[in-house]
């Protein structure tokens, strides 16, 4: 069959996710589809992966993909009659610590929500499932009863056949040339002639970069990625393993995490794979470009990278070095900054999607398929995907940014990622225009869609180093000084520099109507200000907006900074013509000066009406440079936002500071939003639920005439009674508070699950979130909440602010 000149959608790489992709949209009734393939199937990172399939994740949303991908590849070559060899063997995941430990078992409490019985094990236990293994030196393990390892060109190859035959269509050794744009349609070059379609994905694997050039002339970014080299070798056969084999079945996968490598039995050898922290980037020179065709090529063999791994496997399971070397496999591998996936909307561009940069594409390729189905056919996905969404990178990511992270998160592919801790590599990306202050104050920083911003202020003699924050533990060297902070907002004045809010702002005849028709409530009065949600077609939570209205139809939307692209999109997607939405994000950074002396702070400095209540905001002047002074605190006391120039900006907060105000950080702000009931974005609001079981009704407003997104589901909902319901409790924590997606049970049953968790420095307690089944959601039911494996008392609390309830300290 030749190619065909047109599809609805043509699908850019053929391995192992571009097919994925094709599958499932052919499985959803999306048949013309055509995926071009430069080459064979599977000729870039497909081929030779070693194909492990893990269903360990610390990520929820990573973890459901691989989830739905190994119970997809358990019946995919009977589904598709196409023979596969699949083995599920189980795992063991090694702890060397007691920190490692407190992850397994949280991610054991995320798997067994997810259906998947995983067992926290002793080291002699760990022995049972892995006789060959040396357990003197561990703390415990975790056994993963669904991981194994699939061959990745039969797993391509089976779901191609899926595709083609319900009627997809496979284009082999058919490079794509480019894209240009006709009314309204891409049309997609080959050498073998044009495709026009409605929709393009670039599901190129380590050429995706190059691929998303093409775009830049449509409104595209280059997308932030880098190509390392992974490399893993397989031994000769062991007579050892061959015996027991023949006697017990294969061994099950083996990863030591603390010292960074996969061992698994490959036949009658093994086959080890280290991610070591003397990495190596390629084609990242001029001199040493990416080639044009790399397919079915690998690197040259490196030992020395990865001796030391060699010889710590030695010493764990001693059968590994008792034979020579069969193979050693070093080939690329794409990396996106925080090594996840890019799947869904290409940033800028209309009807294009991504679907590349994998590390684990074997283990994650099938669900991968699904969740670009989804966003292609509807726009949406099942389960939050924020965690792989291409927007969550912006306009900082230069080359050397991807390379610096990429080298990072390789040589930590394995790594616990402490709630207190930061990322060292590729920073200062995005600096406020008080950044050399905020940091000669102590500021330990942290970045924030690349815009550097305080968590806490250090003092003399603290301990600011990595390793003191290698801790799931609420305490540390800024623990004091988070106090101190949050009390001082309390009982005074508190400053801290915001830069990076994303501001949009929305103007033209017929903006207010068209807002209204938006936004699941109402909208405010000019000089005042209002939280809006959006939902999607579902009623889910797309986003939350702070809306300022500053005439008729004037308005400047402010959201959190990583949202930036995300809900600039939301709003531009669906712009009518003749309003104009333009994003200022750049133009303004913002201070927050809360407590309540902030009154009496503003006197001395500003020319503000300061008698102007709650919510609205005016502009006025500070320190003597003009500013909007916004009348609201996400900390929940008195206090303003100031939105003023980078260039003003430094004499505001000099007089801020010489007025008394004490810095305070991201980690006071968390806390003090907690006790207030404030939700963080893509922590409690996100579309894993809807704006009622979120417990947003207050700012849903169905007698409006106005219809809105999701306004039909969520009457739906609320007629047949919301399933769950959003919480929040306070927790008679131990030495952790509740991180995200911690389970809640009742009565040994799981009936929830936690969204955010934290210390409340006013209240004096262990605050969680998060939605429980509905009939549960009564204050004063006792539940417990699973952190770290144990499980602790947790109390649901009224509807209502911990903190301030009738929230008179803010209205003061
Ligand atoms: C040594 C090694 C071991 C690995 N082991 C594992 C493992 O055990 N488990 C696991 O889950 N993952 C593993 N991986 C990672 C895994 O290989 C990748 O994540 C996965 O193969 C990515 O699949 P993909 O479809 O995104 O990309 P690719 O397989 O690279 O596919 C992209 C395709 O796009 C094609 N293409 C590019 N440009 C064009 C164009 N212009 N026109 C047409 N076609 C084009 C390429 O030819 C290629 O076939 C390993 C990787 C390496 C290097």
Sequence with gaps: MSLPSTARVVIIGGGVVGVSTLYHLAKAGWTDCVLLEKNELTAGSTWHAAGNCPSF??????????????????????????????????????????????????????????????????PEELQQYHPFMETHDLAGGLWDPVDGDIDPSQLTQAMAKGARDLGAHIERFCPAKGVSRENGEWIVHTEKGDIRC??????????????????????????????????????????????????????????DVDSSYYLRQ???????????????????????????DFSFQLYPDDFDRIEWHIEDAMARVPILGSQGVQRNINGPIPYAPDGNPMIGPMPGVPNAFEAHSFT??????????????????????????????????????????????????????????????????????????????????????????????????????????????????????????VREECEAVRDGVGVLDLPGFSRFSLSGDGAAEWLRGRIAGSLCKIGRMTLAYFADARGRILTEMSILRHGEEEFTLITAAAAQWHDFEVLKNALPEGLALVDRTRELSTLIVTGPKSRVLFAEISDGDLARGWLTHQQATVAGKPAMLVRVSFAGELGWEVHASFEDMPAIYDAVLACGAKPFGMFALNSLRIEKGYRSWKGDLSTDYTLLEGGLDRFVKFDKTQDFPGKTALLTERQRGVAKRFVQMIVEAGEADAPYMSTIWSDDAIVGETTSGDWGYRVGASIAFGTVKAELAVPGTELEIEIFGKRYKAVVQPDQPLWDPENARIRA
């Design 360 to 481: 684990f594409g074997i283990a994650q390729g099938g669900g991968a398929g699904k969740v670009a189905a989804e966003w292609i056919i509807e726009g949406m996905t099942e389960w939050d995907m924020w965690s792989c969404d291409p927007r969550r990178y912006t306009d900082y990511t230069d080359q050397q940014y991807c390379i610096d992270k990429a080298m990072e998160i390789y040589g930590n592919e394995y790594a616990m990622h402490f709630p207190h801790h930061v990322w060292p590599a590729a920073r200062n990306r995005k600096l406020s225009p008080v950044h050399a202050k905020v940091v000669e104050l102590g500021g330990q920083m942290d970045a924030f869609n690349g815009w550097e911003r305080a968590n806490w202020f250090a003092q003399e003699g603290d301990d600011t180093s990595e390793a003191a924050t290698h801790t799931w533990d609420r305490t540390g060297p800024w623990t004091l000084r």
């Design 266 to 292: 490959d036949t009658f050898s093994l086959n080890l794979g280290p991610y070591e922290n003397t990495c190596k980037a390629h084609w990242i020179t001029p001199d040493d470009p990416m080639p044009e």
């Design 57 to 122: 994740s610390a990520s929820w949303s990573v973890m459901n993909m691989q989830r739905y991908g190994l119970e997809m590849y358990t019946t995919l070559a009977e589904d598709v009659e196409y023979p596969i060899n699949y083995n599920v063997t189980g795992s063991v995941r090694l702890a060397h610590s007691d920190a490692r430990m407190q992850e397994f078992e949280k991610v054991a409490g995320m798997g067994r929500y997810q259906g998947i019985d995983m067992k926290i094990c002793s």
């Design 198 to 255: 409605e929709i393009v994905v670039n599901a190129a694997g380590y050429y995706a970069q190059k691929v998303s050039e093409w775009f830049i002339p449509f409104g595209g970014r280059q997308t932030p990625a880098a190509v390392m080299a992974h490399q893993y070798f397989l031994t000769e056969e062991i007579p050892e393993l061959r015996a027991w084999t023949q006697e017990n079945g294969k061994l099950p996968l083996l990863r």
